[in-house]
């Protein structure tokens, strides 16, 4: 099956820094990829769509120069979280669609737990 | 546009017991639609989902849901709970102009009680 890798998968900061969470799809090309953000106890809030060799598309609300995201390649995808704060602190999943299918199937990340202390 | 509504954030059976999730859809276009599951700190698994076709989908681990247009839903059943199924479930719907992009319910919350 369609497998997608996430690291770190785990990551403490101090306010002020960046971070880079990368998204991998190990067995399959993905020419898109999304990120999602989820708070605790609640439901996926979609970020970004990042589709390879483009600039990503940004929901409302979402800044695009705090929450970089490239896609430099068919099979990686970043998300960096650029001069993190407290509020920052989230669950961040990642997502693809396997070029194979054509019904929108998504294969998630593990996701990365931030922290910014 | 698209909406995904789960009744009932939290559900409890007893191990053993039927085990119903619902979920509600809006959608202007002839909808795609998921169900995924989700352990503590890890990312979604793909239980199920519909795209066309055959209504009734059977899925991974015994789960199966309908869908009804008449009703616009799609609930996901299971005949027996198993304590394994204590999770978090997500509905989500998309389409073939989206892009891909999913819109996700609530979220229910499975617990089993031995």
């Known amino acids: 099956g369609a497998v997608v890798s996430q690291h770190p998968s785990r990551v403490i900061c101090k306010s002020g820094t960046s971070v880079k969470i990368e998204c991998r799809s190990l067995d399959f090309q993905a020419t898109t990829m999304f990120w999602y953000r989820q708070f605790p106890k609640q439901s996926l809030m979609l970020m970004a769509t990042?589709?390879?060799?483009?600039?990503?598309?940004?929901e409302q609300g979402v800044e695009k120069d705090k929450f970089l995201i490239n896609h430099a390649s068919l099979t990686l995808s970043t998300l960096t979280v650029t001069s993190a704060h407290p509020e920052d602190s989230s669950f961040y999943i990642c997502s693809a669609n396997t070029r194979r299918s054509s019904t929108d199937t998504q294969y998630f990340g593990p996701g990365t737990r931030l922290t910014v202390l | 546009a698209q909406s995904v509504t789960q009744l009932g954030s939290h559900v409890s059976v007893s191990e053993g017991a039927l085990v119903l999730l619902r979920c509600n859809y809006s959608s202007s276009v002839p909808p795609y639609l998921f169900w995924y599951v989700q352990y503590p700190n890890q990312g979604l698994q793909l239980l199920l989902k519909y795209t066309t076709g055959a209504t009734l989908v059977k899925g991974i681990n015994g789960f199966e849901a309908e869908f009804k247009k008449s009703e616009t839903s799609f609930h996901l059943t299971k005949p027996s709970a198993h304590m394994s199924d204590a999770a978090e479930y997500f509905c989500a719907v998309s389409g073939y102009n989206q892009g891909g992009k999913l819109i996700f319910g609530q979220g229910t919350e499975l617990s089993v009680k031995p």
């Open positions: 990042s589709n390879e060799g483009s600039k990503a598309t940004y």
